[in-house]
């Protein structure tokens, strides 16, 4: 009986850690989505389809799948691409890079084009370049933002994204 309650108990705690990191994914995918309606691309980026890219979960990319489907930022269809490792990048309106590939941070800049808005789950994310840094509090996802990352990649941003961030960087 002993071994069975101790199965039972395993097998509740994988699946409720299963069902956080799914509740992650799905936030995370939600917030990078609504980020496309807070940030301006220059008038050269705004042609053709508007790309999302995923360095390094399926899961998120899964995610951003099923929300961006039929999507349009502004009148660019929305596309969301998975890389499986940093040589496979190529050009991105947004990226999501998570802290395992975080090292790449300071080169996805120049695979991904100038004008890319790099956000990453890594606590060093916006030391590294990025714009946008994801992390979890009391059981909320919540962010951080630097103005200078976003203005050195050539983003405009609406006041409501420094309002939102739990802390903005302006160095």
Known sequence: MKQ???LLLTFFSINFSILAQSSVHEAEAGM???FTKFFDWPQTEKSGDFIIGVLGSKDLFNELTAITKDKKNVTQNII???FNNYDNISDCHVIFITSFNSSHIHKVHKKTGV?????????TAIEKGAVIQFFIENSRLKYDFSIENALKHGLKFHSKVS????T???Y
């Open 4 to 6: 069975f309650t101790l």
């Open 80 to 82: 969301v691409k998975s």
């Open 163 to 166: 309002e939102m961030a739990n």
């Open 115 to 123: 004008h890319c808005l790099i956000i990453s789950d890594s606590m």
């Open 32 to 34: 990078i989505y609504n």
């Open 168 to 170: 903005t960087y302006t």
